[in-house]
């Protein structure tokens, strides 16, 4: 178990519609990251807050918004969703004094 | 911007048989992490090994190694004594070692373990 937590595991909805995944960090870890795996590829980096502000964006649609709340909880907001938006949908969190980065189990979303 | 690619799309190897996954990555960085992870059915991501750019020796951990060539930019993992459960994706990542920054993948390979 690595102390992060995703919620929903699974989320199934039609195309045009808005969802919310929500994550919960490891305690003690300020930055939390977003990234998305489509259909086995490699995971690609999204956005990544570290306590609270927005620290780095990557390959991230203007569809798509993040925030990272006081109690350091993070929230992917996905809109005007697209069949190709079906993805796995990991959160990360770690901190500067280590190296590692720690996932959570994914939200798999599906669009039909 | 780095890159990380991983050449092999696919592998196999025999129960007990030892097996070499490869990747090849992209900076200008000259500290830096580099990650094995592995992906089995249940999606989790499972930090396999890493190995620090400034350090000369290669990692090890139990019956996974990596052969990292600086200078070559190559990092790539060694399974050895192949068992059922090592059956996944396994991915490449960097980052640079510049506080909290982002993984960049490869695109992974698949390691089937064939009894």
């Known amino acids: 178990d690595s102390g992060v937590t995703q919620t929903p595991k699974h989320l199934i909805t039609a195309t045009g519609q808005r969802v919310t995944l929500r994550c919960s960090p490891r305690?003690?870890?300020?930055?939390v990251y977003w990234y998305q795996q489509s259909l086995d590829q490699g995971l690609q980096f999204l956005i990544q807050y570290y306590n609270g502000e927005e620290r780095a964006k990557g390959n991230i649609l203007e569809r798509f918004s993040a925030q990272q709340f006081p109690d350091l909880h993070s929230e992917l907001n996905l809109s005007s969703l697209e069949l190709g938006d079906s993805a796995l949908y990991f959160c990360?969190?770690?901190?500067?004094?280590?190296?590692?980065?720690?996932f959570g189990p994914g939200t798999r979303l599906t669009v039909t | 911007a780095q890159t990380v690619t991983q050449s092999q799309p696919e592998m196999s190897v025999q129960e007990a048989e030892t097996v070499t996954l490869s990747c090849t990555y992209d900076?200008?960085?000259?500290?830096?992490?580099l990650f094995w992870y592995k992906q089995p059915p249940s999606r989790q991501m499972i930090l396999v090994i890493r190995q620090e750019a400034y350090k000369q020796q290669n990692a090890t951990e139990n019956r996974f190694s990596v052969n990292f060539q600086k200078a070559a930019k190559s990092f790539s993992l060694k399974i050895s004594d192949s068992q059922l459960g090592d059956a996944a994706m396994y991915f490449c990542a960097y980052r640079p070692n510049s506080g909290n920054t982002p993984l960049v993948f490869g695109k992974g390979t698949r390691l089937s373990v064939i009894a």
């Open positions: 900076t200008s960085e000259s500290d830096y992490y």
């Open positions: 990360a969190s770690g901190r500067a004094s280590e190296y590692e980065q720690y």
């Open positions: 305690s003690g870890d300020l930055s």
